[in-house]
Nanobody
Framework: QVQLVESGGGLVQAGGSLRLSCAAS????????MGWFRQAPGKEREFVTT????????HYADSVKGRFTISRDNAKNTVYLQMNSLKPEDTAVYYC?????????????????WGQGTQVTVSS
């Protein structure tokens, strides 16, 4: 089992940057594909980005492509989300998730473990 704890959220002005971190427990972090999702008030949870076990392959939602970057440090059991050029529509609770797979996956129901989320608020 994996426990995930996100951090790094906060309030930022439009155009600013934040870096989210997700720390995972356990000794098998490198066996998990990791993803970031977000959920705005009144909306469904949506895919943001994912990274494969080794970090060699990443995918992004069109809405964040070119602005967000996912990375991971398997030695530190941590996945990161660097968010630049933030927009008010990026405001949401951001969740990290883990899936025991070598595939690249983007659906919420494909992930096995979830963090508690961290709030990101972008003011205009």
């Amino acid at each position: 089992q994996v426990q995930l704890v996100e951090s790094g959220g906060g309030l930022v002005q439009a155009g600013g940057s934040l870096r989210l971190s997700c720390a995972a427990s356990g000794r098998t972090f490198s066996m998990y594909a990791m993803g970031w999702f977000r959920q705005a008030p009144g909306k469904e949870r949506e895919f943001v980005t994912t990274i494969t076990r080794s970090g060699g392959v990443t995918h992004y939602a069109d809405s964040v492509k070119g602005r967000f970057t996912i990375s991971r440090d398997n030695a530190k059991n941590t996945v990161y989300l660097q968010m630049n050029s933030l927009k008010p529509e990026d405001t949401a609770v951001y969740y990290c998730a883990a899936a025991w797979t070598s595939a690249t996956i983007m659906r919420t129901d494909e992930y096995h473990y979830w963090g508690q989320g961290t709030q990101v608020t972008v003011s205009s």
